[in-house]
Protein backbone atom coordinates (compact mmCIF):
# COMPACT_ATOMS: atom_id res chain seq x y z
CA UNK A 1 0.00 0.00 0.00
CA UNK A 2 1.29 3.21 -1.13
CA UNK A 3 0.70 6.77 0.17
CA UNK A 4 -0.46 8.79 -2.79
CA UNK A 5 -1.62 11.79 -0.79
CA UNK A 6 -1.67 13.07 3.09
CA UNK A 7 -5.41 14.54 2.76
CA UNK A 8 -5.80 15.87 6.62
CA UNK A 9 -2.69 15.78 9.19
CA UNK A 10 -3.52 15.79 12.74
CA UNK A 11 -4.53 19.96 12.83
CA UNK A 12 -6.60 19.45 9.95
CA UNK A 13 -8.34 16.27 11.44
CA UNK A 14 -8.59 18.66 14.80
CA UNK A 15 -10.52 21.79 12.65
CA UNK A 16 -12.28 19.41 10.92
CA UNK A 17 -14.10 17.53 13.83
CA UNK A 18 -15.10 21.51 15.34
CA UNK A 19 -16.69 22.15 12.08
CA UNK A 20 -18.78 19.07 12.33
CA UNK A 21 -19.74 19.40 15.60
CA UNK A 22 -21.12 22.76 14.95
CA UNK A 23 -23.06 21.79 11.83
CA UNK A 24 -24.72 19.46 13.42
CA UNK A 25 -25.67 21.50 16.37
CA UNK A 26 -26.77 23.83 14.32
CA UNK A 27 -29.13 21.65 12.55
CA UNK A 28 -30.58 20.16 15.05
CA UNK A 29 -30.51 23.77 17.18
CA UNK A 30 -28.58 21.97 20.01
CA UNK A 31 -28.74 18.30 21.72
CA UNK A 32 -32.19 17.88 22.78
CA UNK A 33 -33.33 14.39 21.85
CA UNK A 34 -29.98 13.87 20.20
CA UNK A 35 -28.06 10.58 20.35
CA UNK A 36 -24.44 10.00 18.99
CA UNK A 37 -24.00 6.33 17.76
CA UNK A 38 -20.74 5.38 16.22
CA UNK A 39 -20.40 2.87 14.10
CA UNK A 40 -17.77 -0.27 15.30
CA UNK A 41 -14.95 0.50 15.25
CA UNK A 42 -13.75 3.65 13.63
CA UNK A 43 -16.83 5.50 13.89
CA UNK A 44 -17.02 4.25 17.55
CA UNK A 45 -13.90 6.89 18.18
CA UNK A 46 -14.94 9.40 15.83
CA UNK A 47 -18.62 9.50 17.88
CA UNK A 48 -16.89 9.80 20.71
CA UNK A 49 -14.55 12.89 19.59
CA UNK A 50 -17.78 14.32 18.28
CA UNK A 51 -19.93 13.66 21.19
CA UNK A 52 -17.29 15.38 23.04
CA UNK A 53 -16.95 18.63 21.19
CA UNK A 54 -20.34 19.04 21.70
CA UNK A 55 -20.35 18.55 25.26
CA UNK A 56 -17.70 21.72 25.44
CA UNK A 57 -19.95 23.53 23.00
CA UNK A 58 -22.91 22.80 24.94
CA UNK A 59 -22.28 22.21 28.29
CA UNK A 60 -23.69 18.92 28.48
CA UNK A 61 -23.23 15.72 26.43
CA UNK A 62 -25.67 14.03 24.32
CA UNK A 63 -26.49 10.37 24.40
CA UNK A 64 -23.86 8.33 22.86
CA UNK A 65 -23.79 4.37 21.88
CA UNK A 66 -21.70 2.18 19.72
CA UNK A 67 -23.32 -0.25 16.51
CA UNK A 68 -21.71 -3.50 15.84
CA UNK A 69 -23.24 -4.44 12.42
CA UNK A 70 -21.08 -7.29 11.61
CA UNK A 71 -24.27 -9.91 11.55
CA UNK A 72 -26.49 -7.11 9.51
CA UNK A 73 -23.64 -6.75 6.28
CA UNK A 74 -24.72 -8.38 3.35
CA UNK A 75 -21.04 -9.92 2.79
CA UNK A 76 -21.00 -12.29 5.88
CA UNK A 77 -22.21 -15.12 3.91
CA UNK A 78 -19.34 -14.39 1.20
CA UNK A 79 -16.81 -15.58 4.31
CA UNK A 80 -15.62 -19.05 5.05
CA UNK A 81 -14.48 -17.95 8.45
CA UNK A 82 -16.91 -17.24 11.25
CA UNK A 83 -17.48 -13.84 11.93
CA UNK A 84 -16.19 -11.70 15.04
CA UNK A 85 -19.43 -10.19 16.63
CA UNK A 86 -18.71 -7.52 19.05
CA UNK A 87 -21.30 -5.90 21.58
CA UNK A 88 -24.06 -2.98 20.21
CA UNK A 89 -23.79 -0.79 23.33
CA UNK A 90 -26.99 1.43 23.42
CA UNK A 91 -27.90 2.15 27.02
CA UNK A 92 -30.28 4.91 26.03
CA UNK A 93 -33.57 4.59 24.24
CA UNK A 94 -33.73 5.77 20.49
CA UNK A 95 -37.38 6.27 19.77
CA UNK A 96 -37.82 9.80 18.76
CA UNK A 97 -34.62 11.08 19.02
CA UNK A 98 -32.65 12.41 16.32
CA UNK A 99 -29.43 9.75 15.87
CA UNK A 100 -26.22 10.83 14.48
CA UNK A 101 -24.76 7.69 12.77
CA UNK A 102 -21.00 8.18 12.41
CA UNK A 103 -18.33 6.31 10.16
CA UNK A 104 -15.21 6.89 8.97
CA UNK A 105 -15.60 6.68 4.92
CA UNK A 106 -18.00 6.78 3.10
CA UNK A 107 -17.86 4.44 0.01
CA UNK A 108 -20.22 2.05 -1.62
CA UNK A 109 -22.82 2.65 0.64
CA UNK A 110 -23.06 -1.34 2.31
CA UNK A 111 -22.24 -0.69 5.74
CA UNK A 112 -24.51 2.20 6.14
CA UNK A 113 -27.27 0.34 4.75
CA UNK A 114 -26.34 -2.80 7.55
CA UNK A 115 -26.04 0.06 10.10
CA UNK A 116 -29.75 1.51 9.32
CA UNK A 117 -31.27 -2.36 9.70
CA UNK A 118 -29.37 -2.63 12.91
CA UNK A 119 -30.91 0.29 13.91
CA UNK A 120 -34.13 -0.55 12.83
CA UNK A 121 -34.16 -3.37 14.78
CA UNK A 122 -33.59 -1.38 18.09
CA UNK A 123 -35.77 0.99 17.40
CA UNK A 124 -38.22 3.65 15.72
CA UNK A 125 -36.05 6.90 15.82
CA UNK A 126 -37.45 10.44 14.81
CA UNK A 127 -34.79 11.04 12.26
CA UNK A 128 -31.05 9.06 11.15
CA UNK A 129 -28.91 11.74 9.81
CA UNK A 130 -25.32 10.21 8.69
CA UNK A 131 -21.71 12.12 9.34
CA UNK A 132 -18.44 10.77 8.01
CA UNK A 133 -15.30 11.82 7.84
CA UNK A 134 -14.35 11.14 4.22
CA UNK A 135 -17.09 10.56 1.32
CA UNK A 136 -14.91 9.28 -1.71
CA UNK A 137 -17.46 8.27 -4.18
CA UNK A 138 -18.53 4.93 -5.57
CA UNK A 139 -21.67 3.84 -4.48
CA UNK A 140 -23.63 0.89 -4.84
CA UNK A 141 -26.66 2.00 -3.06
CA UNK A 142 -28.64 4.94 -2.65
CA UNK A 143 -27.23 6.76 -0.01
CA UNK A 144 -25.66 9.84 1.03
CA UNK A 145 -24.27 11.73 3.96
CA UNK A 146 -25.82 14.59 5.70
CA UNK A 147 -22.47 15.90 7.27
CA UNK A 148 -19.12 15.62 5.28
CA UNK A 149 -15.66 16.47 7.08
CA UNK A 150 -14.17 15.78 3.01
CA UNK A 151 -14.98 14.96 -0.11
CA UNK A 152 -12.01 13.07 -2.38
CA UNK A 153 -12.43 11.29 -5.85
CA UNK A 154 -10.82 8.48 -5.31
CA UNK A 155 -10.35 5.47 -8.56
CA UNK A 156 -10.92 2.29 -8.00
CA UNK A 157 -7.61 1.02 -7.12
CA UNK A 158 -7.17 3.91 -4.51
CA UNK A 159 -8.56 3.54 -0.52
CA UNK A 160 -8.80 5.89 1.77
CA UNK A 161 -7.08 5.29 5.15
CA UNK A 162 -8.50 6.47 8.12
CA UNK A 163 -5.67 6.80 11.27
CA UNK A 164 -6.76 7.85 14.61
CA UNK A 165 -5.03 8.00 17.67
CA UNK A 166 -6.64 5.68 19.70
CA UNK A 167 -5.81 2.91 17.20
CA UNK A 168 -3.00 4.27 15.34
CA UNK A 169 -1.59 7.07 17.93
CA UNK A 170 -1.77 9.80 15.31
CA UNK A 171 -4.92 11.47 13.41
CA UNK A 172 -4.49 11.34 10.13
CA UNK A 173 -6.36 10.69 6.63
CA UNK A 174 -4.65 9.53 2.90
CA UNK A 175 -5.23 8.64 0.11
CA UNK A 176 -3.49 5.40 -0.81
CA UNK A 177 -2.75 2.63 -3.79
CA UNK A 178 -3.98 -0.68 -3.56
CA UNK A 179 -2.71 -1.50 -6.83
CA UNK A 180 0.92 -2.78 -7.40
Given at each position: MKI??????????????????????????????????GIRTRGEFVAQRLAARIADIEGRSPDLGVLDITLYRDDVRQHLRQPEVRVTDITFDIADKHV???????????TVRAALNALMD?????????????????????IRADFIGKNVTTSRGQEIRVRLREVDDIDAIDLVSIED
Amino acid sequence: MKILQNIIDEHGFDRMLSRLAHEILERNQGIDNLAIIGIRTRGEFVAQRLAARIADIEGRSPDLGVLDITLYRDDVRQHLRQPEVRVTDITFDIADKHVILVDDVLFTGRTVRAALNALMDIGRTRSIQLVVLVDRGHRELPIRADFIGKNVTTSRGQEIRVRLREVDDIDAIDLVSIED
